[in-house]
Protein backbone atom coordinates (compact mmCIF):
# COMPACT_ATOMS: atom_id res chain seq x y z
CA UNK A 1 0.00 0.00 0.00
CA UNK A 2 2.84 2.83 0.67
CA UNK A 3 4.45 2.06 -2.78
CA UNK A 4 0.98 2.61 -4.13
CA UNK A 5 1.22 5.98 -2.33
CA UNK A 6 4.52 6.36 -3.77
CA UNK A 7 3.39 6.22 -6.86
CA UNK A 8 0.83 8.39 -6.55
CA UNK A 9 3.02 11.19 -4.95
CA UNK A 10 5.63 10.41 -8.11
CA UNK A 11 2.70 10.88 -10.32
CA UNK A 12 1.52 13.83 -8.92
CA UNK A 13 4.62 15.67 -8.91
CA UNK A 14 5.25 14.80 -12.24
CA UNK A 15 1.82 16.74 -13.13
CA UNK A 16 2.05 19.79 -10.24
CA UNK A 17 6.18 20.02 -10.94
CA UNK A 18 8.14 23.12 -8.70
CA UNK A 19 8.84 24.52 -11.93
CA UNK A 20 5.68 24.15 -13.55
CA UNK A 21 3.84 26.10 -10.51
CA UNK A 22 6.00 29.02 -10.33
CA UNK A 23 6.46 29.28 -14.44
CA UNK A 24 3.78 31.28 -14.91
CA UNK A 25 3.49 33.25 -11.30
CA UNK A 26 1.43 36.33 -12.88
CA UNK A 27 -1.21 33.68 -13.74
CA UNK A 28 -1.81 31.47 -11.31
CA UNK A 29 -5.06 29.69 -12.27
CA UNK A 30 -3.81 27.05 -14.19
CA UNK A 31 -1.44 25.95 -11.31
CA UNK A 32 -4.57 26.35 -8.85
CA UNK A 33 -6.42 23.86 -11.14
CA UNK A 34 -3.83 21.58 -11.65
CA UNK A 35 -3.06 21.74 -7.76
CA UNK A 36 -7.13 20.56 -7.18
CA UNK A 37 -6.76 18.22 -9.52
CA UNK A 38 -4.09 16.57 -7.84
CA UNK A 39 -5.36 16.66 -4.39
CA UNK A 40 -8.86 15.34 -5.61
CA UNK A 41 -6.95 12.77 -7.17
CA UNK A 42 -5.38 11.58 -3.92
CA UNK A 43 -8.38 12.31 -1.48
CA UNK A 44 -10.13 9.70 -4.01
CA UNK A 45 -7.48 7.04 -3.28
CA UNK A 46 -8.00 7.24 0.40
CA UNK A 47 -11.78 7.58 0.86
CA UNK A 48 -11.64 3.93 -1.88
CA UNK A 49 -8.93 2.66 0.68
CA UNK A 50 -11.24 3.12 3.62
CA UNK A 51 -14.47 2.28 1.50
CA UNK A 52 -13.08 -1.11 0.81
CA UNK A 53 -11.69 -1.59 4.25
CA UNK A 54 -15.16 -1.00 5.53
CA UNK A 55 -16.99 -3.23 2.98
CA UNK A 56 -14.22 -6.12 4.05
CA UNK A 57 -15.01 -5.32 7.78
CA UNK A 58 -18.69 -5.77 7.08
CA UNK A 59 -17.82 -8.87 4.57
CA UNK A 60 -15.43 -10.55 7.12
CA UNK A 61 -15.98 -9.49 10.25
CA UNK A 62 -13.61 -12.20 11.45
CA UNK A 63 -11.03 -11.36 9.19
CA UNK A 64 -10.61 -7.49 9.81
CA UNK A 65 -7.68 -5.52 7.95
CA UNK A 66 -5.34 -4.80 10.95
CA UNK A 67 -3.15 -1.81 8.85
CA UNK A 68 -2.57 0.94 10.66
CA UNK A 69 -3.93 3.91 8.50
CA UNK A 70 -1.18 6.52 10.06
CA UNK A 71 1.63 4.12 8.64
CA UNK A 72 0.14 3.49 5.58
CA UNK A 73 -0.66 6.91 4.61
CA UNK A 74 1.96 8.73 6.27
CA UNK A 75 3.72 9.78 3.15
CA UNK A 76 0.70 10.57 1.31
CA UNK A 77 -0.88 13.09 3.64
CA UNK A 78 2.52 14.95 3.87
CA UNK A 79 2.27 15.30 0.13
CA UNK A 80 -1.43 16.28 0.95
CA UNK A 81 -0.62 19.09 3.71
CA UNK A 82 2.05 20.31 1.16
CA UNK A 83 -0.25 20.31 -1.61
CA UNK A 84 -2.47 22.56 0.22
CA UNK A 85 -0.01 24.73 1.47
CA UNK A 86 0.97 25.86 -1.91
CA UNK A 87 -2.27 25.95 -3.59
CA UNK A 88 -3.18 28.21 -0.38
CA UNK A 89 -0.36 30.11 -1.77
CA UNK A 90 -1.41 30.16 -5.22
CA UNK A 91 -4.48 31.34 -4.33
CA UNK A 92 -3.27 33.83 -2.60
CA UNK A 93 -1.28 35.32 -4.66
CA UNK A 94 -4.09 35.28 -7.56
CA UNK A 95 -6.10 37.33 -5.15
CA UNK A 96 -2.75 39.68 -4.91
CA UNK A 97 -2.41 40.05 -8.87
CA UNK A 98 -6.27 40.92 -8.62
CA UNK A 99 -5.67 43.72 -6.40
CA UNK A 100 -2.98 44.84 -8.47
CA UNK A 101 -4.88 44.81 -11.66
CA UNK A 102 -7.53 47.27 -10.23
CA UNK A 103 -4.91 49.49 -8.66
CA UNK A 104 -3.27 49.75 -11.73
CA UNK A 105 -6.63 50.66 -13.81
CA UNK A 106 -7.49 52.91 -11.01
CA UNK A 107 -4.15 54.66 -11.18
CA UNK A 108 -4.22 55.28 -15.16
CA UNK A 109 -7.39 56.82 -15.26
CA UNK A 110 -6.41 59.30 -12.24
CA UNK A 111 -3.45 60.10 -14.76
Excluded at 64 to 71: D, E, G, I, K, M
Excluded at 75 to 100: A, G, P, W, Y
Aim: a negative charge.
Amino acid sequence: MRELCNTIIAQAQNFVSGESLFENIEEPQEAVENLKLCLKNCVTFKSTYFDYKAQAAEECPSNPWRFQNSALFVRLDTFLERCHDVLDLMQTISQFNKVFKKLFIIAKECI
